[in-house]
């Protein structure tokens, strides 16, 4: 089974939210993550849903979601170049000998601590999804006691475009390089 990552828009009002998990429930869909908030525009909410099937679950949900009242857009981000996010909170148990180390790991996966007793230590560490699963498979032998994680977030990269240079620009340049030649 394939997993996939899709975004959609909603109207940031009550009930929208329960008639998305509705959605998943009632058509027996799995959801492996999902991360909700509001946008730059105040009554309008993104939804980040993982969740997992073959070509044709991916089309019917997206079917599905598309036919919701309060649904403003929605897509399948599996395919495209997107930049993705997950928030990881993680607790270890610890002891004099090993902070260092555990503290040295955080560091390696540009995580930072925030938060210390004599006897645990809670990390975190945000990045994309595989560096959050990296992260808590290095700490686990140390003794995990607690891990929230947020669920991933991911948007679609903006296209890159090359600006095409002004004539007079060229003219410019081509006589800065003559008269560094002179």
Do not use: W
């Amino acid at each position: 089974m394939n997993k996939y990552t899709v975004s959609v828009l909603i109207e940031n009002k009550f009930g929208s939210f329960n008639r998305v998990g509705s959605m998943f429930t009632g058509r027996g869909f799995n959801i492996h993550s999902i991360s909700i908030g509001e946008t730059e525009v105040p009554d309008v909410a993104r939804m980040t849903f993982v969740t997992s099937g073959d070509e044709k679950v991916i089309d019917q949900i997206i079917k599905q979601l598309n036919r919701l009242i309060d649904t403003i857009q929605v897509e399948n981000l599996t395919e495209l170049p997107t930049v993705e996010r997950e928030l990881l909170l993680i607790t270890i148990s610890y002891h004099k000998e090993n902070r260092s180390d555990i503290t040295n790991i955080c560091n390696i996966f540009q995580g930072k601590v925030v938060d210390i007793t004599n006897t645990t230590i809670m990390l975190e560490i945000t990045g994309p999804p595989d560096k959050t699963e990296a992260a808590i498979n290095v700490l686990s032998h140390f003794g995990i006691k607690e891990v929230a994680r947020s669920g991933k977030v991911a948007l679609k990269r903006g296209r890159q475009e090359r600006k095409p240079i002004q004539e007079e620009t060229a003219l410019q340049l081509q006589a800065a390089i003559q008269y560094q030649n002179v």
